[in-house]
């Protein structure tokens, strides 16, 4: 039997026309080029150095490589990231 939240959710997201991120909370990346990052939806930063930043997210975890990373702003739902992003991938 599915679970009442799913159905609930499946409803919001195919009847009221509800963008799936909001109603998941699903991870949201908009890469600017190979240099700006935003993530929103993110839980917590696991890992931060120059050349790597590791986020949890509600899904799992999410790892961005590059070269001098640098977090410009953080709030309790989004980031930006700068410097010279090479790879995402999630774990």
């Known amino acids: ?9 499946r409803y919001m997201t195919e009847s009221l026309k509800m963008p799936k991120d909001l109603v998941y909370g699903d991870v949201l ?20 150095t120059e050349n790597s930043i590791r986020l949890q997210t509600k899904s799992g975890k999410l ?16 980031m930006k990231i700068t410097g010279y992003l090479s790879e995402f991938k999630y774990e």
């Open 63 to 78: 790892s961005i490589s590059g070269k001098q990373l640098h977090i410009e702003y953080y709030t309790g739902e989004e």
């Open 1 to 9: 039997m599915e679970k009442i939240s799913n159905i609930v959710s």
């Open 29 to 48: 990346i908009q890469v600017s080029g190979r240099h700006e990052v935003y993530v929103e939806n993110y839980k917590n930063i696991i890992e931060y």
